[in-house]
């Protein structure tokens, strides 16, 4: 149902529109704008169809380093204001009076035209400040090995263009990605405070970016550092999946902690990610002894739930739960922030009436499904042991080939060796082998001293470090460096002499090795002329008769023949030695 109902002060020649659920859809200065009346103090958001997904893992942190700076000029007035960056966009977000709301946003934007660069560096210190005291949840890993060093999956990666990105750089995201067309507006009033100014850049709206995938197959699991079982799956955004995951987080709590006793913590999560996916992700935690006995019992809720033994009792109650949420009072504005995301990344909202409907119409059968797709689309992360048995492969967790070329075996273990080539550099390791392609290649951290750390699009990484490898020249560098893609490079800072590898035992193995080359040279020295001298007289003491009386008989020939004996042992001892010796340096 259309109305103009309320008069928001908007654009001249806008035509306001409010729905059947009483949101007002409107334009301020050219940004899409939600509005629906809510008690108390006035509450606005301001979001961008911009975050981390959007970035690579070489500019990885321009956008939370925008929000940092638009924000800085706010200081640390009394006033509730904040910005988040997700995956897929950025939001500034203010509860105050109409002339606080009107302030905070005018300040943003006017931030975003003209940013502080003077506080760039500052900025980013305290960026990576805040990455190192914040923690991550248990499905932090997961996006690594499904996306790899790309799209979402840098989400679980650090901000590593932070040493990389200049004030050109960051102008440019900010002009490009904060624009008027990508922005959307929601307020909890029903007219637009007096005196805002939102002029932005004009630019384009950017759909959220395609995913990509460091998974040749799913269902599959990986071993990680958590205390339990972690499941994550992407399928289609819809109702029965959001009341899927709630269902599973049911039957996991009751049969991993309430039966079982395995864990404290069993729940599930649902989870947009984009306009049309959303993640799926089941967690259990459990004590080390206990988590063999997790794994099996995690499967088999999944296996309960694919086969469709779904209770009814456990649908009934988060469809209860569902619909209750639409019994909140003034309920428009509450939507509002959710309504504003799905405008943004391009999802349509459903009026109250179709969600109630869609929640009213989900069966069992409709579960079942889900659990079907969920489980098609699993990656599990186990603390132990794998789940083959459950029909689950294992995540690569090496490379599917090696590129030819030099080898540069390590100092401290010749088992161990980079083969370089003119298209990429694999490293070889009696328990893995992983190559990174200079095409493929997402980052190169550079350093002063020479060492070069890669990270492929697959995750997969090659870390370069003159110190631990033989023959790692200038020379060498230098065509790493010509190959790679300049746009994925980042120039480290020095680093202190301790944080720089060495091979293991750096001091104590000088000495070891200077000694063994002198036990060596004493070998060649007695083994050569015992061999010669016992030789050639035994042989003289066979030419020349038992009776001969210049060599004694018995006891001569005994000790001859141990001489013999002696450098035939001691020279082949001597030259293993002295490879070993010749390895290692």
Known sequence: MDTNATAPATDAGTKATTDADGI???????????????????????????GRADETLATSGVTHLVEHLALHRHGLGGLHHNGATAAAYTHFHVTGTPADVVEYLNGVCAALRDLPMDRLETEKEILRTEAAGKGHGPAHAATLWRYGSRSYGLTGYAETGLYRLTADDVRAWAQTRFTTENAVLWITGDTVPDGLDLTLPSGEWHPAPAATSALPATPAYFRGDERGVVLTAVVPRSTEAGLFAEVLGKELFRELRQKGGYSSTANGDYSPRDADSATVTAYADALPQKQDALVGAFVDVFAKLRAGRVEQADLDSVRASALAQFDTPELAGCMLPGHAVNLLLGHRNLTVAEAKAE???VTVTDLRRVARAVWDDALVQVPGRGVDRAGLAAAPTDSPELVGGRRHPAVADPGVFLCLAEDGVSR??????????FAECSLMQAYPDGARHLVGHDGFTVTLEPTLYHRITPAVLAVIDAAVPPSVVVAMPPRHPSRIPQPAGPGPAAAPARRSAWFTALLWVL????????????MAGLVLGDDHDRIPQDAARELLKWLVLAGALLIPWGICLDRRIKGKN
Do not use: K
């Not at 509005?35 to 979001?47: D, K, N």
């Not at 070889?428 to 392609?437: D, E, F, K, L």
């Open 24 to 50: 007002t859809t409107t334009t301020v200065d050219g940004i899409r704008t939600v509005l629906a009346p809510r008690s108390g103090l006035l509450a606005a958001g301001l979001l961008f169809r911009v």
């Open 428 to 437: 070889v390791s009696p328990g893995q082998r992983v190559t990174v392609r």
């Open 527 to 538: 083994g050569v002329p015992g061999l010669l001298i016992g030789g050639s007289a035994l």
């Open 359 to 361: 929640i009213e119409a």
